[in-house]
């Protein structure tokens, strides 16, 4: 059974690399219109990488700059988005940042920089798109295994994908009168620019904690994220799916 989003549109934060490359370019492939978001940084890094994604895909693809911080310009953004593809169907809010110290040793910006992006970011895209998403629409946002176990020096961000399931659990009961569904992905270890950046040591450690005794690919966890915005998953919402090879916690 092939998943044909044909005629849906769909908003992917943080799109010009990683994860968010993937699950643009697998949405797309599925049929989907893709506008991919990228924060405009005074170096034009993720502008040139977000148009290096719009290029790979051809039709059907844009790239749109907003700040998920900024409301003002998010609603730029989404009035764009509805006028180049007359609506939106699908939001990914997969725009995060690291900021990893000791509890001892964040910053109150390093705390704030972290909750502001991978939380209130979240909080901002969900209130604004929810409101001109059509019927039956699709939010889906990155959580992560590190809401679950708490890491080492991710007090910031474990907080932030914990309040992203919860945020998730409450906007379900909120959109259902339309049919939006609202689900989370929490994965693990994936092998993006990030996984790979991971200490030798440290991967070595997180293997032997893994069941299935790897890493993910950005693909697995597109690949569920493509279920989540299809039609096969209309009677899923406030979920949180846990795409981690089964670390769940020490072994």
Same mark, same amino acid.
């Given at each position: ?43 034009? &890094? #993720?502008? @040139?990488? +977000?148009?290096?994604? /719009?290029?790979? *895909? ?7 700059? $907003? ?5 003002e310009q998010i609603a730029g953004m989404l009035e764009k ?73 991710? &007090? #910031?961000? @474990?907080? +932030?994908?914990?309040? /992203?399931?919860? *945020? ?7 959109? $259902? ?13 994936i092998l993006t620019e990030m996984g790979k950046s991971i ?5 070595k450690y997180m293997l032997t904690q893994i069941p299935l ?39």
């Amino acid at each position: 059974m092939n998943i044909d989003l044909t005629g849906k549109s769909a908003l992917i934060t943080g799109a010009s690399q990683g994860l968010g490359r993937e699950i643009a370019t697998t949405l797309h492939a599925a049929g989907a219109s893709v506008a991919i978001n990228y924060f405009d940084d005074p170096d034009g &890094a #993720n502008k @040139a990488k +977000a148009d290096e994604v /719009v290029t790979q *895909l051809g039709d059907r693809a844009i790239a749109v700059a $907003a700040d998920v911080r900024n409301n003002e310009q998010i609603a730029g953004m989404l009035e764009k988005i509805a006028g180049e593809f007359g609506g939106l169907d699908i939001v990914v809010n997969n725009a995060g940042i690291l900021r990893d110290r000791s509890v001892k040793k964040m910053t109150d910006t390093e705390w704030q920089d972290v909750i502001d992006t991978n939380l209130t970011g979240v909080f901002n895209v969900c209130k604004q798109s929810a409101a001109i998403l059509n019927e039956g629409g699709r939010i889906i946002s990155m959580a992560s295994l590190a809401a679950a176990i708490g890491f080492f020096g991710q &007090a #910031n961000y @474990a907080s +932030a994908k914990a309040g /992203v399931i919860a *945020l998730t659990k409450v906007l379900s009961k909120e959109v $259902a009168r339309k049919s939006i569904t609202v689900n989370a992905v929490a994965p693990g270890v994936i092998l993006t620019e990030m996984g790979k950046s991971i200490p030798e040591e440290n991967r070595k450690y997180m293997l032997t904690q893994i069941p299935l005794g790897r890493f993910g690919e950005p693909s697995e966890v597109a690949g569920v994220i493509l279920f989540l915005a299809s039609d096969l998953s209309s009677y899923v919402t406030g979920q949180t799916i846990h795409v981690n090879g089964g670390w769940y916690g020490s072994q």
